[in-house]
């Protein structure tokens, strides 16, 4: 029996019944099959001895989810939605799928398309199906204008001569097969690694989807593509991905390819289950969603660095030890600014607990500033986090002393957009140049 899950970061789950009174704990708390749980806690073995977390077991009969989004579908047939825990009000599901969309879109550079009224039932869905659905529109698309063709050199032995003769290796034919002859010749097929990848991500897609559109539309798709063989070397095949003039019409696919062969996640689920699981830590998205925003906000003379590691914290025996790395480097000619981001909640108006600052994260920024932005008689750091409703503005800034601030400023997913920058020097929108012109 197929069991779809949809909950929060750091959702509790559990083996025993739940009673949801709302929206809200339901997203917080839900029940799923015992299998489901072994499945998942035998799941956080492998990420704990890989150095990440998963989920912390409370017992034998709960565990709490940690800071990851995405989906995760186990063998018994579970699929579990995990959204981030941003919304707190409306359509918490919806904005929070819609969000994420959004997020994964923009991080990963995925070629962005307009959503019209056909598009909207496959814009809330889960997130494997949004992902499977633009891949196979994509391929679509491919199939429609044409799949590429190419000559491949083929050698082999036949009863006939075809092509060219390989001489060397016919003078070397034993008495007993004197009647084959060793060929080589040119094929006309779309036996290119591209047509390999995308055929091997379709046929994952034909036995993973779970929606009537996708899946009719993937069987079509396979009959046409009949012919291809699929990939058996997917990192040789992806390596082997041409960007060529000829192969513009491929681009758009490639991201939706690479997300569903687990080519590009920061995390993905990987072992003898060929379900499609796509797991996404929520402050390394967070980072690599305000890194592609910023890339559109700075003007042309800045470059950005993300992450930054050319520093160290110290130099021992004439080596250099312990890098720093912060999220992110803002550079000009004469100027640095040193930001790094962080996937939690404060509140403004908590003085008495720092606003839920971490003292950790000071310290951090601190060598930051003394590292990268030596030498400047002025230094600006900045610490980002997702603006809520406890935290709409910026803080009153941080001085650490010798002409060096610090900055803690909120960024709204919804209206993508850094909120009080213009406070800052940030090299950022329209005021960047007003900044320099003055």
Request: aromatic share 10%.
């Amino acid at each position: 029996m197929v069991q779809s899950v949809v909950v929060r970061e750091y959702a509790r789950l559990t083996t025993e019944k739940v009673d949801g009174t709302s929206i809200e704990s339901t997203l917080d708390r839900a029940q799923i099959s015992q299998s489901a749980f072994d499945w998942i806690c035998k799941l956080n073995q492998k990420f704990s001895a890989a150095g990440a977390s998963l989920a912390i077991v409370e017992g034998r009969t709960w565990l709490r989810l940690d800071k990851h989004v995405g989906v995760i579908e186990t063998p018994c047939g579970t699929r579990i939605e995990i959204l981030p825990k941003h919304h707190e009000s409306g359509d918490v599901i919806h904005e929070s799928r819609a969000l994420l969309q959004r997020m994964i879109a923009a991080s990963f550079d995925l070629p962005a398309r307009e959503v019209g009224a056909a598009d909207l039932q496959l814009f809330n869905a889960p997130l494997t199906e949004w992902v499977m659905g633009r891949f196979l529109a994509a391929l679509e698309r491919i199939v429609k204008t044409g799949i590429r063709f190419d000559y491949r050199r083929v050698e082999e032995e036949q009863r006939y001569l075809r092509g060219q003769l390989n001489t060397v290796r016919q003078m070397r034919q034993p008495p007993g097969k004197q009647h084959f002859f060793h060929i080589r010749h040119d094929i006309f097929d779309p036996d290119g690694a591209e047509n390999r990848l995308l055929k091997l991500a379709l046929e994952q897609v034909s036995k993973t989807t779970r929606d009537a559109a996708n899946w009719k539309l993937a069987g079509e798709l396979r009959s046409l593509m009949s012919e291809i063989g699929s990939s058996k070397d997917v990192d040789g095949d992806f390596k082997r991905w041409r960007n060529e003039r000829l192969m513009s019409h491929y681009r758009p696919v490639k991201p939706w390819c690479e997300l569903i062969l687990n080519q590009q996640m920061p995390l993905s689920v990987a072992g003898n289950w060929h379900g499609l699981s796509l797991l996404f830590p929520m402050d390394k998205l967070f980072e690599r969603y305000v890194a592609a925003w910023l890339r559109r906000s700075i003007p042309p003379t800045i470059r950005l660095r993300s992450p930054a590691a050319s520093e160290y914290l110290t130099v021992h025996d004439g080596d250099k030890m312990f890098r720093l790395e912060p999220d992110l480097l803002l550079e000009s000619t004469n100027d640095k600014w040193v930001l790094d981001t962080k996937w939690k909640k404060l509140d403004a108006a908590d003085r008495g607990n720092k606003y839920g600052l971490s003292q950790g994260d000071f310290y951090q920024l601190y060598a930051y500033g003394k590292k990268y932005l030596a030498g400047q008689s002025s230094s600006e750091l900045v610490l980002i986090y997702p603006a809520t409703e406890s935290f709409s503005k910026s803080l009153p800034v941080f001085d650490y002393g010798d002409g060096m601030k610090l900055w803690v400023l909120p960024f709204d997913l919804t209206g993508q957009v850094l909120i009080d920058s213009e406070e800052t020097t940030l090299p950022i929108g329209f005021h960047a140049f007003e900044k320099k012109a003055a």
